[in-house]
């Protein structure tokens, strides 16, 4: 299959911002800081666990992992989003979006296996605590995390491909802020359908291949920990989880009802698109920071190290 495009048009036009340019002009602000604490939140995320020999556990190996990502994927879409902003054109040439596109699902699909992959280590550490070293051993554990990468790269690719071979030549008008596979379906004026099959088949086995497992790894801990007959172990069971069932819960929900519902421009089409590029990797390391007692205080540690360090200069 030849990588090229018979499009007779070069550009799209992304118009899911707002026109006005007063309301442009406080959407840039209020997404330039969004995503500068985004970068500095997981890049510090990044830095605590890399620096703190306590944190160098199959969890925290995940979560740096995680991390790096949402600071990939934030990288993706917001820096065009504020371009477009600033500009009266809000183009972006056919290869561009196809590229940012490839990201965008590459992206998502490795979050997916990722947080699958780290729910698996929460029910090996509670569910067996005594083999969790066995079952978690750094050799899996990089496995698992480059795995979930390369899959999703691959899933990627696929559906990139397919795309790529469309003929993009009825509306050029793009109802969002960043490309996606879905999106461009309504702007060919070939046969998409089997870009929409392996697309939908891809959802099935890849989103909900990775929602089972972490479905099932919540129901075996959930019936663990309610046998635990202390309420200091439950709660400390239950605490180890929740940060984890919260970036699941975020993540999933707006993933799966933007992938699976039909593209019609809807403006429920750009919430579910900027919560899970846009939020997601800001929120992630606030969850992860604010409620975990070892980040906190390892992120407590550092500051007071680096406070000191400057003070005596």
Partial sequence: MALVNHSTIIEFLLLGVPE????????FVL???????????NLLIILVISTNSHLHTPMYFFLNHLSFLDLCYSSVTVPKMLENLLSEKKAISVEDCLTQAFFVLAFGGTELCLLAVMA???YAAICYPLLYGQMMSNELCVGLAWGSWGLAFLDAFINTLLAWNLDFCETQVVSNFICEIP???????????DNFAVLLGSALLHAFGTFILVFFSYARIVSTILRITSTS???????TCSSH???????????????????????WELVFSMQYSVVTPLVNPLIYSLKNKEVKASLKNMLQKSLQHLSSR
């Fill in 20 to 27: 006005d340019h007063h309301t442009q002009a406080l959407v």
């Fill in 31 to 41: 997404f330039l800081v969004v995503y500068l604490l985004s970068l500095s939140g």
């Fill in 120 to 122: 698996y280590d929460r």
């Fill in 183 to 193: 999106s461009l379906f309504p702007l060919s004026c070939s046969n998409s359908s």
């Fill in 233 to 239: 172990g439950r709660s400390k069971a239950f605490s």
């Fill in 245 to 267: 069932l919260t970036a699941v819960s975020l993540f999933y929900g707006s993933g799966f009802l933007r992938y699976l519902m039909p593209t019609s421009g809807s403006p």
